[in-house]
């Protein structure tokens, strides 16, 4: 921790670097967002998907360090 009370932990790697910390990789991870069909519509939700979507949005993320956006904003569809 950034405390000096742990010498190893998991994690992510953008607390990582926002704590001045280092990372050793291990593993990829894999985010999604279920949206209910019922809240799809909601204004809210489709701004989201839009700024997800847009350039500066992936830019955004991507600043955080750490994440991979190449699949962020796409839409799946489950039935």
């Known amino acids: 921790m950034a405390a000096g009370q742990a010498d190893a932990g998991l994690g992510v790697e953008t607390a990582a670097l926002a704590f001045g910390l280092q990372f050793q990789f291990l593993a990829r991870e894999r985010y999604d967002l279920v949206i209910p069909e ?34 962020t904003g796409s839409l799946r569809w489950v039935t």
Do not use: H, K, P
Request: proline share 0%; glycine share 14%.
């Open 38 to 71: 019922a809240g799809w519509q909601c204004d809210g939700v489709q701004a989201m998907v839009q700024w997800l979507s847009s350039d500066a949005g992936q830019r955004t993320i991507r600043s955080l360090g750490g994440y991979d956006t190449s699949e």
